[in-house]
């Protein structure tokens, strides 16, 4: 079965320091991975994803995550954040398949300080 | 594009009653909505995978008496809280997918709370 862990549940961080949040998954047969945030009180919205290619994707908002099949973790990065990335970040894991289910994981809410 | 939306936003209603939460897809074709519960602070959880035209898969430990799922159209899914109890009070999240992709896109949630 798949499952997925995000090691840090709670990141806080200041203003324009950068940021790592962590993502472990694990699976016997070949994943699709994503990250998403959600703001308080509202769903959830795609930051980025790795279905294949290139194992480093990036977001439109300076985001960045790096698929290590090796280590079997996507851990997501920012050079440099803002208060308005503050917010509840999960990451996820699906199998290829009809299915889609997605598979997330505990959360980690990144605090970030002026 | 991509939108989702779920309505209603928030609903109180008495234990015992029953609570119906819609979720649509407002500018694609959804064959295949899921229905997570989140509760304060945790993650989202699987509760049913419902494809257009054809009865909802549930999870394990999920009532599917209780929480009746229907995918009439590629458009529109409901979710049905049936006598409602306090413990069912949490955000309820569904999310719609069209054929051929793996990307969900996420409704903005819908806080049943049950007095």
């Known amino acids: 079965a798949q499952s997925v862990t995000q090691l840090d549940s709670q990141v806080p961080v200041f203003e324009e320091a950068p940021v790592e949040l962590r993502c472990n998954y694990s699976?016997?047969?070949?994943?699709?991975l994503f990250w998403y945030v959600q703001y308080p009180n509202q769903g959830l919205q795609l930051l980025l994803k790795?279905?294949?290619?290139?194992?480093l994707v990036e977001s439109i908002n300076g985001f960045e995550a790096e698929f290590n099949k090796s280590q079997t973790s996507f851990h997501l990065r920012k050079p440099s954040v803002h208060i308005s990335d503050t917010a509840e970040y999960f990451c996820?894991?699906?199998?290829?398949?009809?299915?889609?289910?997605?598979?997330f994981g505990q959360g980690t809410t990144l605090q970030v300080k002026p | 594009g991509a939108v989702v939306s779920q309505h209603p936003s928030r609903v109180i209603c008495k234990s015992g009653t029953s609570v119906k939460i819609e979720c649509r897809s407002l500018?694609?074709?959804?064959?295949?909505m899921f229905w997570y519960r989140q509760f304060p602070k945790q993650s989202l959880m699987l509760m049913a995978t419902s494809n257009e035209g054809s009865k909802a898969t549930y999870e394990q430990g999920v009532e599917k008496d209780k929480f009746l799922i229907n995918h009439a159209s590629l458009t529109l899914s409901t979710l049905t809280v049936t006598s409602a109890h306090p413990e069912d009070s949490s955000f309820y999240i569904c999310s719609a997918r069209s054929a051929g992709t793996y990307e969900q896109y996420f409704g903005p949630g819908t806080r049943l709370t049950v007095t």
């Open positions: 996820a894991v699906s199998e290829p398949g009809n299915t889609g289910k997605l598979i």
């Open positions: 500018d694609f074709q959804a064959t295949t």
């Open positions: 790795y279905l294949s290619g290139s194992t």
């Open positions: 699976s016997s047969v070949s994943v699709y």
